[in-house]
């Protein structure tokens, strides 16, 4: 799994939705192409807050966040907004963080934090990302999305640890005709 690989969790991790005072208007805010920007996103959790003077959302209890065939599961997700309310700087998913991307990589942490000026999301606590058998895991993983870079750390205990299956080079290749794939475990 190479670096872009990992951009992918990185981009619902960084599950942005712009909210104004009325409630949760869902609107994408990343380095997206223009069409994913335009998905919707719908989060369905047991309560929001909003706390308009520290421009804060929060959304709690078995939060799901979906967009374009990919789905962020937490107990906790803040929003941290500019002063007008219009964009996402940060957002910071905790408790039972679980990510799955449309093209099934998944993603796992206690805490999974964003920054929108930076291109960077962090995934804290235990930290592994899949695709197929191929695993990478750490205390830290951060992925730089616009320079195409990820950085995985050890934690005090532990090494970090990957394992990379090469492909099988005989595998047919998808043909136009051909089915569609599987949709990802949850």
């Known amino acids: 799994m190479r670096g872009r690989d990992l951009v992918a969790l990185g981009l619902l991790a960084a599950m942005v939705i712009g909210v104004n005072g009325a409630g949760a208007q869902v609107t994408p805010n990343l380095g997206k192409g223009r069409e994913e920007r335009q998905q919707p996103v719908t989060v369905d959790a047991d309560r929001m807050e909003r706390l308009g003077k520290e421009s804060l959302v929060i959304f709690l209890g078995n939060v799901v966040a979906r967009q374009n065939g990919s789905v962020q599961y937490a107990d906790r997700v803040e929003l941290y907004l500019d002063e007008k309310g219009d964009r996402i700087l940060r957002t910071v998913s905790t408790g039972n963080v679980r990510i799955i991307t449309k093209d099934c990589k998944t993603g796992t942490a206690k805490r999974v934090e964003y920054f929108d000026l930076d291109q960077r999301v962090v995934l804290i606590g235990d930290a592994r990302v899949w695709q197929g058998d191929n695993v990478v895991t750490g205390e830290t993983i951060t992925i730089f999305m616009s320079q195409d870079r990820s950085v995985v750390q050890a934690g005090n205990?532990?090494?970090?640890?990957?394992?990379?299956?090469?492909?099988?080079?005989?595998?047919?290749?998808?043909?136009?005709?051909?089915?569609?794939?599987?949709v990802c475990e949850p």
């Open 157 to 182: 205990q532990e090494r970090v640890k990957a394992v990379f299956h090469p492909k099988n080079e005989r595998e047919p290749t998808k043909t136009a005709g051909a089915a569609p794939r599987a």
